[in-house]
């Protein structure tokens, strides 16, 4: 499953997303779903590639998401 994960992230496309009041990452995951991809394994990626410390997000925050093409 992990492998397939890893897939769905290398041939994804990307889009911005701007955070909402009381938006977490795990929010956008499940509003933005990755063909392919867990839930967990997605907030894990979007993590690492935003460069979040942490799955808080600030109002007005842009967080650049992977989607399905």
Do not use: K
Request: proline letters at 4%.
């Amino acid at each position: 499953a992990a492998r397939r994960g890893s897939r769905a992230l290398a041939g994804a496309a990307t889009i911005e997303v701007v955070a909402q009041e009381g938006d977490t990452l795990w929010d956008l995951a499940r509003r933005h779903p990755l063909e392919g991809c867990t839930t967990s394994e997605l907030v894990r990626a979007v993590r690492q590639s935003n460069h979040l410390s942490d799955p808080t997000l600030r109002i007005g925050q842009v967080v650049v998401m992977p989607v399905s093409i």
